[in-house]
């Protein structure tokens, strides 16, 4: 069946035009809730995902501080699409595509397409020091977040434990790699943790000795946003009690110690716990799609698309999120321009389009081109301290915070977890406290 449109005979006959959905996060989500509500009664869609959630990535570091649990950002994939009665989901992993058969590979079977969507995200990355990973988790998964609080909260108890002055020094400095607003966002709350939250809970160590340190290799933090903006970030982050390290370069990591050159200068941080935020890369599924339709990846592994979002070559194959690079956003030369970023809120956009557009064809319909609405960037610092960059306007303080605050309530997926971290997001401006400071698994924290 051609991608452009359905036969009515086809229709007539029961038979089903087959879009598959690969990966269940904002792009992949939204072009599915875009499918089905389009109601097209000869589709079949089928959503293949690793797990069987729905995980809003931008609230991980929350979960990791302990200022939520793990459900309130997360939703159930079938919970969420339950209306849609011509939407399967199936919990599996993608192993490979054969665009000549149209069919997707499974661990356990072969799913036939007519239309592929391909909205597998990213991953971290360490720029070629993959060893690194054990001693410095990166925040990218719910199983980082958990892995993070952890690390977090056994550094304290260790710290209460340890009577050698140098060695509980140690225990109670953290140091978080990468200045970009995940980073900012990881230290603002571990420093607010630390010298609000438990503050008064422990009685040998001290939580004002407690150092929260943001290494970050370019010369500003926050890169994207403007002077004004980044200064601001700086100040307030300097009053939580965070120092920041900016040119500072990650030469190794190893158990208990960073290595960092900054400013000409060798120097060597003693810290027990060390996090990763520095970068994030395409999933490994680029690779393997680039060479079996032909496709081109940018430096950073992302498919190059077409102004449809379908790979050339392909009209039927569509990548959306943070594997698609796409730069037909502006009417600047083609060498100059930039693709979009992996935001939540581009992914988003280029979901739902992608749903509509397949829906459109399917209804011999019209498609509008895409156009993109930059909806600007927001980075909190701690309660009542953010920046915000949105276009026409620039916010920093209460405001930046308040938008912040009711930007991730409208965009959280499902009704209850928009209730439950309302409820707790006030619970913890008024009390100051944390509900889920849980340590979950052992063993003890490394001596």
């Given at each position: 069946?051609?991608?452009?449109?359905?036969?009515?005979?086809?229709?007539?006959?029961?038979?089903?035009?087959?879009?598959?959905?690969?990966?269940g996060?904002?792009?992949?989500l939204?072009?599915?809730?875009?499918?089905?509500?389009?109601?097209?009664?000869?589709?079949?869609?089928?959503?293949?995902?690793?797990?069987?959630?729905?995980?809003f990535?931008?609230?991980?570091y929350?979960?990791?501080?302990?200022?939520?649990?793990?459900?309130?950002?997360?939703?159930?994939?079938?919970?969420?699409?339950?209306?849609?009665?011509?939407?399967?989901i199936?919990?599996?992993?993608?192993?490979?595509?054969?665009?000549?058969?149209?069919?997707?590979?499974?661990?356990?079977?072969?799913?036939?397409?007519?239309?592929?969507?391909?909205?597998?995200?990213g991953?971290?990355?360490?720029?070629?020091?993959?060893?690194?990973?054990?001693?410095?988790?990166?925040?990218?998964?719910?199983?980082d977040?958990?892995?993070?609080?952890?690390?977090?909260?056994?550094a304290?108890?260790?710290?209460?434990?340890e009577?050698?002055?140098?060695?509980r020094?140690?225990?109670?400095?953290?140091v978080?790699?990468?200045?970009?607003?995940?980073?900012?966002?990881?230290?603002?709350?571990?420093?607010?943790?630390?010298?609000?939250?438990?503050?008064?809970?422990?009685?040998?160590?001290?939580?004002?000795?407690?150092?929260?340190?943001?290494?970050?290799?370019?010369?500003?933090?926050?890169?994207?946003?403007?002077?004004?903006?980044?200064?601001?970030?700086?100040?307030?982050?300097?009053?939580?009690?965070?120092?920041?390290?900016?040119?500072?370069?990650?030469?190794?990591?190893?158990?208990?110690?960073?290595?960092?050159?900054?400013?000409?200068?060798?120097?060597?941080?003693?810290?027990?716990?060390?996090?990763?935020?520095?970068?994030?890369?395409?999933?490994?599924?680029?690779?393997?799609?680039?060479?079996?339709?032909?496709?081109?990846?940018?430096?950073?592994?992302?498919?190059?698309?077409?102004?449809?979002?379908?790979l050339?070559?392909?009209?039927?194959?569509?990548?959306?999120?943070?594997?698609?690079?796409?730069?037909?956003?502006?009417?600047?030369?083609?060498?100059?321009?930039?693709?979009?970023?992996?935001?939540a809120?581009?992914?988003?956009?280029?979901?739902?389009?992608?749903?509509?557009?397949?829906?459109?064809?399917?209804?011999?319909?019209?498609?509008?081109?895409?156009?993109?609405?930059?909806?600007?960037?927001?980075?909190?610092?701690?309660?009542?301290?953010?920046?915000?960059?949105?276009?026409a306007?620039?916010?920093?303080?209460?405001?930046?915070?308040?938008?912040?605050?009711?930007?991730?309530?409208?965009?959280?997926?499902?009704?209850?977890?928009?209730?439950?971290?309302?409820?707790?997001?006030?619970?913890?401006?008024f009390?100051?406290?944390?509900?889920?400071?849980?340590?979950?698994?052992?063993?003890?924290?490394?001596?």
């Open positions: 069946m051609s991608m452009q449109q359905v036969p009515d005979s086809a229709a007539g006959a029961g038979q089903k035009f087959r879009v598959v959905i690969v990966g996060g904002f792009g992949g939204y072009a599915a809730k875009a499918l089905g509500d389009a109601r097209c009664e000869a589709l079949e869609l089928t959503l293949v995902d690793k797990r069987n959630f729905h995980l990535q931008p609230l991980l929350q979960v990791a501080s302990g200022a939520l649990s793990a459900g309130d950002i997360a939703s159930p994939l079938r919970t969420i699409l339950r209306k849609y009665k011509n939407i399967s199936l919990m599996d992993e993608v192993l490979g595509i054969d665009p000549q058969n149209k069919t997707v590979q499974l661990r356990d079977e072969q799913l036939p397409y007519d239309a592929l969507v391909i909205a597998a995200g991953i971290h990355q360490y720029f070629g020091n993959d060893q690194w990973q054990p001693e410095a988790p990166s925040l990218k998964t719910l199983e977040a958990l892995e993070i609080r952890r690390r977090v909260f056994s304290f108890e260790a710290a209460e434990r009577k050698d002055p140098i060695k020094k140690a225990w109670q400095t953290f978080i790699v990468g200045g970009g607003p995940t980073g900012v966002e990881l230290a603002g709350t571990l420093s607010e943790l630390a010298h609000v939250t438990l503050q008064d809970q422990f009685n040998r160590c001290r939580m004002e000795d407690t150092r929260i340190i943001l290494l970050e290799a370019a010369p500003k933090i926050l890169s994207v946003y403007s002077t004004d903006l980044i200064d601001h970030a700086v100040l307030q982050l300097e009053k939580l009690g965070v120092t920041v390290y900016t040119g500072a370069m990650v030469k190794d990591i190893r158990p208990g110690e960073v290595c960092i050159e900054r400013h000409g200068q060798a120097e060597v941080i003693e810290a027990g716990t060390t996090l990763w935020t520095a970068g994030v890369k395409s999933s490994p599924l680029g690779m393997m799609i680039s060479e079996k339709t032909g496709a081109s990846l940018d430096r950073g592994g992302r498919l190059i698309v077409n102004a449809d979002f379908s050339p070559g392909h009209p039927e194959i569509f990548v959306v999120g943070d594997l698609a690079h796409y730069a037909h956003h502006s009417k600047q030369p083609e060498q100059d321009k930039t693709p979009l970023p992996g935001l809120s581009v992914a988003m956009q280029e979901g739902r389009y992608v749903g509509r557009l397949i829906a459109a064809r399917l209804k011999n319909q019209r498609s509008e081109p895409f156009r993109y609405v930059d909806k600007g960037t927001l980075a909190i610092i701690g309660n009542n301290a953010a920046v915000g960059d949105l276009g306007f620039r916010l920093k303080g209460f405001s930046a915070w308040f938008v912040w605050l009711f930007i991730h309530i409208f965009y959280l997926i499902g009704f209850e977890n928009k209730i439950l971290v309302l409820f707790q997001w006030l619970w913890n401006y009390t100051r406290g944390r509900s889920a400071c849980l340590i979950t698994r052992y063993p003890e924290p490394r001596q």
